[in-house]
């Protein structure tokens, strides 16, 4: 049933599935977010479980603010994933996840059209719809968060590449060897996503202890990225220096992406949105020192312009499935 709200648009509906959390959102073609709610991601938890939780919560959302049922649902989803077969494949730390049957769960148990699409490449094409990527011919979002990928938009579409693989950053070795993300020392993804920066905050409160110097990072018993990078905006020496050495991985990765796309902006999502002030300086420092000098004097870094950009990502993939509709 379509539902009519101000400005004669129709009611879309979003998950974002997320290492620690499903995004549960509301929303219209132009954005906007109605309503929205979390649902925690528990490793112990079956995969269709969840969903099937978190799809309830979107019915009873829209149920309580007497909107009826969505016109379009949109998935986003960690990868790597398989359009071809529809499911997940090996995603990185989520392994209940792992070759889940997506597209069959959504056969099954949702009425309303459905489409899913790497978290990544939504975010971007939330980004070039509604947010810092707007009127871009070329743009990359970076997830920075419990995983690390590229959405990539490129010559007015979302570039996927023939396996739905491209984008797939995290994969990529930076150095032989340092924190472990994709299974591998030195990847991408060990030096710019959470549980990366987590891993080099580890490290060097090992190093700073061992030298007899103070940080409170050894004050913490559970690091995450937010109290690591709470604590080098605070002035902490130990985070100070784990939050540098990710942003001049993220900063060696975007300049590889100057040179290979000359880009006309790239968007520091999530946890580069957070702690923008942080993570920019080091970007934009090691572009410009790396990359071809037109293309690096070309590019834009931005933080997302989106002001929730998991609920925006997957209401850009059903408000892109209600247009085609």
Not at 42 to 59: K, N, V
Not at 78 to 93: A, D, F, K, M
Not at 207 to 217: A, D, F, M
Request: one cysteine or more; glycine letters at 14%.
């Amino acid at each position: 049933m379509r539902v009519t709200m101000s400005g004669n648009q129709v009611l879309l509906a979003g998950l974002d599935i997320g290492g620690t959390k499903i995004g549960v959102s509301l929303g219209t073609v132009d954005g906007r977010v109605i309503a929205s709610d979390r649902l925690a991601t528990d490793p112990e938890r079956d995969a269709s479980e969840l969903l099937t939780e978190a799809w309830r919560l979107s019915a009873a959302m829209a149920s309580a603010a007497g909107l009826g049922m969505p016109v379009a649902l949109g998935v986003a989803a960690p990868g790597p994933l398989s359009y071809r077969e529809g499911r997940l494949l090996e995603v990185p730390n989520m392994p209940r996840w792992q070759h889940f049957q997506l597209q069959a769960w959504l056969d099954q148990n949702v009425a309303c059209p459905s489409a899913f699409m790497n978290d990544a490449n939504a975010g971007v094409l939330a980004e070039v719809m509604w947010g810092a990527a707007r009127g871009a011919d070329t743009a990359v979002f970076l997830t920075m968060s419990t995983g690390m990928g590229a959405g990539l938009w490129i010559g007015g579409r979302v570039h996927e590449g023939a396996q739905a693989l491209a984008g797939e950053v995290g994969h990529i070795r930076l150095a032989g060897d340092g924190p472990v993300g994709f299974g591998k020392r030195g990847s991408v993804e060990g030096f710019c996503s959470g549980p990366g920066l987590v891993q080099l905050a580890f490290a060097e409160r090992t190093r700073l202890v061992q030298l007899g110097k103070v940080t409170r990072l050894s004050e913490v018993g559970s690091l995450d990225a937010e109290i690591v990078c709470g604590l080098a905006a605070g002035g902490d020496e130990g985070a100070i220096h784990a939050v540098t050495r990710s942003g001049e991985a993220v900063g060696e990765l975007c300049a590889m992406l100057v040179d290979l796309l000359n880009p006309d902006v790239i968007v520091l999502g999530t946890i580069g949105t957070a702690w923008f002030e942080l993570f920019e300086p080091h970007v934009v420092r090691v572009i410009e020192r790396e990359a071809l000098g037109p293309a690096a004097r070309h590019v834009a870094v931005r933080p997302s312009g989106l002001p929730a950009r998991g609920d925006q990502a997957a209401l850009a993939i059903a408000a892109r499935l209600a247009a085609s509709d």
